[in-house]
């Protein structure tokens, strides 16, 4: 019998709004607190939590972003395939399938998805989660919890994020009861995509809820068969906001009369518009419809730096549009449909604030941010690993 194991469960989108006023494991995690959301979406909060680091360090904010002479969707270019009908190209199994063939042609391990991106644009882009995040090397070269692990030599698993969570949670319960793993770090996402659908205050959150309670007791009923103690933590990126309205920030943009790839480019996200300029009279032009777009505000130097996500090569786009909380971009390129539940607004709005989950206090570390996750999970480590 090993002396102690730490797990971190993760819960995609269990928001602090979220829980709140529901019944969900009080006294099996009496340890809780709301905590800061980084600014971005899951693609940038997983790689904020797996290094402990802002966007600015391990560059993942969105991602799409421009650079078209690396682009691997070159191929699309001419293709012709946005002359096809949209009622058969803009659906979700035909752009999964085509995203499936593309990762394959360059050998992508990481999460991988075309959404509805306009296949004549698509060759302007390049895609940032090219790797595995979640494995040693992931993240490279800023180090992530599996380089952590394998550097302290300490037997752990990370669940393999392609599998569905309940395959994640019996998985992990079958590592438990062989009693030969100190750390872990189990990953579920369905939460996120239930939020998308029904809202935080949806019915189903509840009956969600009481599943992972379920499954989490089991978890640790096998704990203590096979550990003389433990510490669970359950942990999430951000909560979910219900829709409110929307903006059609992209059909202002086109209606400009500027020439994409010529004078500008752009991604339209599901909460925020990123820009890159080719010419003065592009910049001027846009700068100025933007202002007007109701619900948004275009974010400055201070509030970027601020959230971690300035680029001095402007990565991600020279100007930022994030809309008010509740409204979101329709269409967008991420999908031509607003949703009932959106997450990637402010970090300051309540909607946006994650959740931590403790079966034991942490008195010798502040928690304010998700990125502080990391320091959690470090100090575990490296105590187990000082044994």
Known sequence: MKKDITIFMFIDAMGWEVLKGRTFLEELLPYRQPVGMQ???SCTAIPTILTGERPAEHKHLSFYYYNPEDSPFKMFKNLGLHYLPSVIMDRWRVRHQLSKIVKKMYNFTG?????????????YFDYIEKTDLFVAGGLSPTPNLADLLVKNNVPHSISNWRLTEEQNIEAMIDQVKQGDIRFAFLYTAAMDGLLHRVTKDGKEIQEKLDWYAGKVEKLVSAIKEHY???SLFLISDHGMTTLTGTQDVKGKIEGLGLEFGKDYVAVYDSTMARFWYFNDKARTIILEALAEIPQSSILDEEYLRKHGVWFE???????????EPGVQIEPCDMGRKALAGMHGFAPEHPDSMAAFLGSEPINDQEINWVGDYFKVMKSRIEKIAAE
């Open 39 to 41: 600014f971005g979406y």
């Open 111 to 123: 999460y991988f998805e075309m959404y509805a991106m306009p296949f004549n644009r698509l060759h």
């Open 228 to 230: 003389e103690d433990y």
């Open 313 to 323: 090569d402007k990565l991600f786009g020279e100007t930022y549009l994030l809309m």
